[in-house]
C-alpha cells in the first residue's frame, strides 16, 4: 500500500513539475519568453572585466588596426597562438619559463574594496552590474567546484571575489549579473573530440552553481562562436534557468548561447564596439531588445599602455549613451581595475561625469522608449525619448537656433531639465518651435548635452484600416495597400484574415466573397476557388504568407492583425497557431499586433505569442475587465466612447492602450484626438495626418 502510495505521490509530482515547466528546451520556445521589464527600465550598466589578464594589462593599441586585437584581456591566447607582440612583451618582462597561470600568484587585488566599487558604479547612475565570473583563460573568481585549484579563493587575493561584491552592488540597490565564458582556451577538455564531456560535466555544472550560489539576474555569455546551441546544450540550460532556477522570474540573458544565435535568440542581441564579431552590428536597426557594450579605452581588461588619447571623453559616453537609448537599446560601459583592485583615475572620472548627467537628465533615460515618428528632425545632434507621456527632445551640442519639431499634437508645457527659467515656445504649421534661452556657461544646468521636456506630450497613432487603399493602384487589404501605408510613414497597417476550408490562412474582410457573380463563404471555399477572386486593383486574393513576406520588407509599420471569427473553436485555434507559426518563421516578433472580436481568438494570441500586444474589439468590456484579461488594451469603435466618455482615462489609469476604429469623418476625428485615445484606426490616414498637424 505505501509503496502504491509513494508511486502515485511521485506521478503527481512530475505531472506538476512537467505543467510549471512553461518553457520548453527549443529556441522556439524560448523566445517566447518576454524580458523582464527592469533590465528595459535600467538602460545604463557597468561591465567589469578583472582577472590575470590585469597583471601583464598589456596589448598593443597604436601597433594594430583591429578592435579585437587591442583587447589584453586576450593576452593568453595571444601568447598560444605565438602573437609576435605579446610573446616579445612576455619574454622581456617575465622571462621564458614565465607561464601564463603564474600570474595568479602576482593577482593579489590587495587593494580591493567593493563597497567604494558599488558606490562609484551607484554615483555614476548605473542600475545594473556585470562582472566576469571567468574568462576565456578559465580563472575563476569564485571557488569553483569544476575549477577547484584555479580561483581566486585558493590563488592570488584568496576570496571570493563574486560573493564580496555581489553583496556591496546589492547594498547599493543596483542588480548583480554574471558574464560567463562558454570557452577555455588551454582546457584538454574543451576539443570537439571531448565536448560532450566539456558540457556535461564542466560547462553546464559550473553555470548552474554561478546562479545558484548567486542568483545573478544577468548572464552574459560569451566565446559562443566555435559550436552550434545544440552541441552546447544552451536550450536545456536556458529551459532550466527560465523554469527552475532561483532566478528564473527576474534574469536576463543574452544572444551568445552558439555560433548561430547572434542577433536571433536571446533575451536581448549584443554589440561589441558596434560589432557582431567581425561584421557592423544591427544597433537600432532592432526591434529586439538590444544592448552595446565597450571598453572607455581600446580594451575591457585593463591596458597600463592605454593614453589619454585612447581613452572616450566624458561627452563623447554620454553621446553614446543617448545614441543607444534613443535607438531603443541599453549601454553596458566597461571598466577595467588593475591587478591590485584600483579602478584607474581617468575611468572613475569618466563615470563621475556620466552621473553628474543623469542626476540632471535621467527622466529622459531611464524607462525610456524611443520616438520613431517620421519627419522628426534631420539633426543628428538631436536625439529623442518618451517618458509617461512626455516627450524629450535631448541636443548633443546647444544650439542658439530654434529647434523645429514636427508631428507634435500637444504639448502644455516645454522646459529646460535642470533649468527653472520659462522656455519660450510657438506652433506653427503642426511644428514645435522651441527657442533655447541665452544662458552664460555658470546657469548651463549641464555639460556635454541637454534635455527639453515636452509635458503631457500626446501623440495619437495612425493604423490604416485595411492598409492605405484610397490611393491609385490600391485596393482594401491588397498588398499595394500595405506597401503604400509603409510609405506615408504611419503607425501600422490593418489587416484581415480567414481560413479556408482546406486551411489556408487568408486575406479578405468580408466573410463572403463575389466569384463570376455566385458569392462563396470564405471559411467554406478552397483556397484553389479563392484564388480566382481578384481585387479592385487586379491582385488576386492574398495568401497570410504572402501578406507577410510583403510585409517583412516594409521599414515603417506595425502589422495589425485582425482574426475574423469563425463558425468553431477548432477552426479559429487552427489558424491563430499557423498565422503565429508564419509570423515567427519570418522573425516579426516585434512587429505584429492582433486584434479580434472573438474572446477566444485573443486568449490563443496571448497563449502563442505572449509579447505580442492584443486587444479586444467587441466594445462590450470595460477597462477593467480588459485589464484582468491581461491584454494590452482595447480598440473599440468610436461611438463605444461617445458612450462611455471615461474609459479612455480608466484605461491609461491601468496602463492600458485604447484605438479606435474606425474614423473617418473630420468632425469624429477631432472629438477622438480630445479624448488623448492612442491609436486611431481610418480609411483616411492622410486627413487624419492633417489634422493632427493643426493641432
Sequence with gaps: M???????????????????????????????????????????????????????AYAPVNEVEGIYEKYAEHYYNRLLNGNELFTNFHKKNYGDNFKYPDFAHMFKAEYFNPGEWAELFKEAGAKYVVLTSKHHDGFCLWPSTQTPHFNSAVMGPHIDIIDTL??????????????????????????????????????????????????????????????????????????????????????????????????LHGDYYTTEYDLVHNNEGIGDKSNHPWEESRGIGTSYGYNRFETSDHYLTSKQLIHILIDKVSNGGNFLLNVGPDATGIIPVVMQERLLDIGKWLKVNGEAIYGSSTWKLGNKTESEKLSFTQNNGS??????????????????????????????????????????????????????????????????????????????????????????????????????????????????????????VTLNGEKLVVQETPFATLRKVKLANGEPLPTVEEYLDAF????????????????????????????????????????????????????????????????????????????????AGFDYHFNVLYKNTNWVSEAHDLGLKVNVWTVNKEEDIQKIINQKVDYITTDEPLLVKEILSKQ
Design 391 to 512: 516627450l524629450y527632445v535631448i541636443l548633443k551640442d546647444w544650439e542658439k537656433e530654434p529647434i523645429v519639431i514636427s508631428n507634435i499634437n500637444n504639448a502644455v508645457n516645454v522646459q529646460l531639465l535642470g533649468y527653472d527659467g520659462l522656455i519660450e515656445t510657438s506652433f506653427k504649421e503642426g511644428q514645435l518651435i522651441i527657442t533655447p534661452p541665452q544662458l552664460s556657461i555658470d546657469e548651463h544646468p549641464s555639460q556635454h548635452a541637454w534635455v527639453f521636456k515636452i509635458d503631457k506630450f500626446v501623440e495619437p497613432q495612425i493604423i490604416a484600416h485595411r492598409g492605405y487603399w484610397k490611393t491609385e493602384g490600391s485596393a482594401q487589404n491588397s498588398i499595394a495597400a500595405l506597401v503604400k501605408a509603409d510609405e506615408i510613414g504611419l503607425y501600422g497597417s490593418e489587416v484581415d484574415i480567414w481560413l479556408s476550408s482546406d486551411g489556408i490562412p487568408v486575406v479578405n474582410h468580408d466573410a463572403d
Design 2 to 56: 505505501k509503496k502504491k502510495v509513494y508511486l502515485l505521490l511521485l506521478a503527481v509530482t512530475l505531472s506538476l513539475t512537467s505543467i510549471l515547466a512553461q518553457y520548453e528546451a527549443s529556441w522556439e520556445s524560448l523566445d517566447n519568453r518576454a524580458i523582464p521589464e527592469w533590465w528595459s527600465d535600467a538602460k545604463f550598466g557597468i561591465f567589469i572585466h578583472w582577472g590575470l589578464y590585469s597583471v601583464p
Design 166 to 263: 555581489s553583496v556591496a552592488i546589492r547594498n547599493e540597490g543596483l542588480r548583480f549579473g554574471l558574464y560567463y565564458s562558454l570557452l577555455e582556451w588551454a582546457h584538454p577538455l574543451y576539443s570537439p573530440t571531448t565536448m560532450n564531456k566539456w558540457v556535461d560535466t564542466h560547462m553546464i555544472p559550473q553555470m548552474k552553481e554561478l546562479v545558484n550560489n548567486y542568483k545573478p539576474e544577468i548572464i552574459f555569455s560569451d566565446g559562443e562562436w566555435d559550436y552550434d546551441s545544440k552541441t552546447l546544450k544552451s536550450e536545456q540550460f536556458l529551459a532550466w534557468l527560465f523554469n527552475e532556477s532561483p532566478v528564473k522570474n527576474s534574469v536576463v540573458v543574452n544572444d551568445r548561447w552558439g555560433k548561430e544565435t547572434r542577433s
Design 552 to 631: 517583412k520588407k516594409c521599414d515603417n509599420i506595425k502589422l495589425i492583425i485582425e482574426f475574423k471569427t469563425h463558425k468553431t473553436k477548432e477552426r479559429e485555434d487552427e489558424l491563430a497557431r499557423k498565422v503565429i507559426e508564419m509570423v515567427k518563421e519570418r522573425d516579426l516578433q516585434d512587429k505584429v499586433e492582433y486584434i479580434s472580436f472573438g474572446i477566444n481568438f485573443v486568449e490563443q494570441a496571448k497563449r502563442l505569442h505572449p509579447e505580442a500586444p492584443v486587444y479586444y474589439l467587441n466594445g462590450d468590456l470595460s477597462p477593467q475587465i480588459i485589464s484582468e484579461m491581461g491584454l
